[in-house]
């Protein structure tokens, strides 16, 4: 309480105390502080705009009798609420537990004020003088009282695809500026019918203020009808849909002619295709679906999530015939429910460009840059900021590891536990994201990509500079990776600002200690594909002491010769081809495969033979995913990577539920004995399945070798390949029974696209 308002109770305890009979003086104080009128201000920073906040404060405050207001500030949610002591503290708690599901709350601060003697609850105005550090919220999931009035004959809003409440509906992909009001959306160019403007001005509505808020009469139109899209579609037609953060091209999942003639125009040889199914119901007809994959899927977010797929089914063997899964999702749009409603079966749902560009949001846009891939364009006049992709996670330890972090995700803030300077973070080359660092909080961009193509790169810089006008930021600093040719690194180069240039795999478990608050010292373990290294070799198999902003390399992957650079990061054989030529030798040859037949680059060739025993365009690298791209060739699950990881995913699937505790000879990640062991067993006939538990339990050993040498008990996972479920499972669970604590990811993905995060993390260091 401040002292203005402790002498006021003060003065009116002593003028009252000869009335009250027999009170002593604290008997007296007690009772005036219960009484006395009292103000509280509370501010709740994070996730708190577009989420039914301020409706909700206004129902809790009249419920319970008390005054004063709630507004939207650039800084978050702020309330002064008025009356006696112990019911302001009781609606605080309240504020907590019954709080909005959407609502994420990462700074609660509640400060005594002087009373003012208000009358009533209001709502004011948005106030944007503060600072912005408010979150945006991230496009969510129509809720089940929409998804009711959508399929009710008799609500205003039947089969209306743009129906949404403040439970629900666009946000990331509409917002300009903030604060989160309408006339800060794209929303603004629609007028409220007097119907849907009673309904946003009504605290006692759900629609109070839910800024995408319309109608049929008021709101946003197709350019064409759902049932026309259905029917194209069971042609076998390619239809270019407008979702909620960009143009999605579907089709039937069924037809493996459709699938391939979508694979042939937008040039997307063999990765995976998306899935989206009518209903769980459907779902689980396809897919082995756990409970808690079930409740990924059905949440706020939405995401694809990557499950097993059940024998015998009747999608096209085109959709995802080099993955062991079927990525998921469920209809998380009103467009979208209405035109699987109409469908009943699988579509193929991935992204509205070529490969490797970015995705059409505008319709005149996407009518130029996919005129050759959709045979039909089903569009709608809601402008769309900024591309949103689909997010995708897998579980991962019980809980979703995001892979892909986008709709549903992005642009939550990250709060970790320092103050940051100014820095803009702009990650690494490929699964690009861009960060910018405010006060305690690091606002992590949606997924751009990889950035290859020069569109790519118009979308990397529109992100950078779309993240800095919608904060205010003006970056002080910009910390980019340590590889001269990336075009991340490129354009920080050329950015005018001082300049940071940070290691890839220190950026790596910086990204993991951030999001879980760790403070140091802590072992950091750091495996992916590639990374510039600071002896200018490829990184990738690295352990790290990390204590304060010093990293120590304390152990790493033998090294060993990629033939050919980054041409192996495709063709895995040479990485099989190098460890091989070392162990055994010039006259070894790689075991044939099941894919040799399309193509047998053999290792008797005399090209490859030449440049590993003259070192002539060979890279020394220390990547485990190189390694698992070698063991995936030698047990014959896969020569090649048709797409970024195929190989160890593979090698990782074939595990199945294969259990045992086996494992391969691997003493100070010697791949030596390990491969003399691998091909041992291949020659011996043993299965593949065998060979790859073996072989992922010898890193499991090895990790659990360095960590019981350093004496440090905090363990930090990651890298790409910590995308591995069983590594990641087997790994935290042998470790934490040795007295270890592990962390992992849990708001940024291991991959790549957390780079960002320990860039901004390590620039305040």
Not at 46 to 64: C, K, N, S
Not at 618 to 644: I, W
Request: include cysteine; aromatic fraction near 8%.
């Amino acid at each position: 309480m401040k002292t203005t308002a402790f002498k006021a109770v003060i003065g009116s305890a002593f003028s009252r105390k000869h009335r009250i009979n027999g009170g002593s003086f604290h008997q007296i104080m007690a009772v005036e502080a219960k009484t006395a009128l009292q103000r509280l201000r509370i501010t709740l920073h994070g996730a708190v705009q577009g989420v039914g906040f301020r409706p909700f404060v206004y129902r809790l405050a009249t419920e319970m009798g008390l005054t004063g207001w709630v507004l939207n500030s650039s800084a978050g949610l702020v309330v002064e609420v008025e009356g006696a002591a112990d019911q302001l503290t009781h609606f605080e708690q309240r504020l907590e537990t019954e709080r909005p599901k959407a609502s994420v709350v990462t700074v609660h601060e509640a400060e005594w004020i002087a009373a003012d003697g208000s009358t009533r609850f209001e709502i004011h105005s948005s106030d944007t003088d503060s600072g912005k550090t408010v979150n945006v919220l991230p496009d969510l999931a129509t809720c089940s009282d929409c998804r009711e009035e959508l399929f009710d004959p008799a609500n205003r809003r039947f089969q209306y695809p743009f129906t949404n409440c403040t439970n629900c509906g666009p946000r990331y992909t509409i917002v300009v500026d903030i604060p989160y009001d309408r006339p800060n959306t794209t929303m603004r160019e629609f007028v409220l019918c007097p119907d849907c403007r009673e309904e946003y001005e009504n605290p006692a509505n759900r629609r109070f203020h839910a800024q995408p808020n319309a109608c049929p009469v008021c709101g946003p139109k197709l350019n064409g009808t759902i049932e026309d899209a259905a029917e194209s579609l069971l042609q076998g037609e390619i239809i270019a849909l407008k979702g909620i953060g960009g143009f999605q091209l579907l089709v039937d999942a069924r037809q493996p002619a459709a699938v391939a003639r979508l694979r042939q125009r937008k040039h997307r040889e063999e990765k995976p295709f998306a899935l989206m199914m009518p209903s769980l119901e459907v779902a689980r007809e396809y897919c082995e679906i756990s409970p808690a994959e079930v409740q990924l899927l059905e949440s706020q977010a939405a995401p694809i999530v990557l499950l097993q797929p059940k024998p015998a089914t009747d999608i096209a063997w085109n959709v995802a015939h080099c993955s062991p899964y079927l990525g998921v999702m469920l209809p998380y749009s009103p467009l979208h429910h209405l035109l699987m409603e109409e469908c009943r079966f699988p579509l193929v749902a991935t992204s509205g460009n070529h490969s490797d560009e970015p995705i059409a949001i505008a319709n005149e846009e996407a009518i130029a840059r996919l005129k050759d891939i959709a045979d039909r364009f089903l569009m709608h006049n809601r402008p769309i900021v900024r591309a949103c992709d689909d997010s995708v996670v897998r579980l991962t330890r019980g809980r979703a590891g995001i892979l892909r972090r986008a709709r549903g995700y992005a642009p939550l803030g990250i709060r970790i536990r320092n103050h940051l300077p100014p820095v803009l973070a702009v990650g690494g080359h490929l699964k690009n994201t861009v960060a910018i660092a405010v006060g305690q909080e690091v606002f992590v961009s949606q997924h751009i990509g990889d950035l290859d193509t020069i569109e790519a790169r118009g979308a990397f810089e529109r992100a950078i500079s779309d993240l800095c006008r919608l904060y205010s930021f003006q970056p002080e600093i910009v910390a980019c990776d340590l590889h001269p040719d990336y075009a991340s690194t490129q354009w920080a180069e050329n950015s005018g600002l001082p300049l940071l240039r940070l290691q890839h795999h220190h950026a790596h478990v910086a990204a993991c200690a951030a999001e879980n608050n760790l403070d140091t010292p802590y072992l950091g373990v750091s495996w992916d594909g590639t990374g510039y290294g600071l002896d200018g070799t490829i990184w990738g198999g690295e352990f790290f002491r990390v204590e304060g902003n010093y990293f120590e390399r304390v152990a790493h992957l033998r090294p060993f010769g990629l033939p050919g650079g980054d041409v192996a990061v495709r063709e895995g054989w040479r990485s099989a081809a190098s460890l091989l030529f070392t162990t055994f030798g010039p006259d070894s040859q790689i075991p044939e495969t099941a894919d040799a037949a399309q193509e047998k680059p053999r290792f008797e060739n005399s090209r490859i033979r030449h440049m590993l025993e003259h070192g002539i365009n060979v890279v020394q690298t220390t990547s485990v995913g190189r390694l698992f791209d070698a063991v995936a060739c030698l047990t014959g699950v896969a020569r090649h990577n048709r797409f970024e990881g195929q190989a160890a995913m593979l090698l990782e699937n074939e595990i199945g539920r294969l259990r045992t505790e086996e494992a391969y000879p691997f003493s100070g990640g010697d791949w030596e004995p390990l491969i003399r062991a691998v091909i041992a067993d291949r020659r011996a006939g043993a299965p593949a399945s065998l060979i790859a538990a073996k072989f992922h339990n010898a890193l499991v050993s090895w990790i659990l070798e360095i960590a019981s040498s350093t004496g440090l008990k905090q363990v930090v996972f990651s890298g790409g390949v910590f995308q591995n479920r069983y590594l990641t499972e087997r790994a935290a669970a042998i470790l934490e029974s040795h007295g270890f604590t592990v962390y992992t990811h849990r708001q940024v993905p291991p991959n790549d696209g957390g780079i960002a995060l320990g860039q901004a993390f390590m620039a305040g260091k």
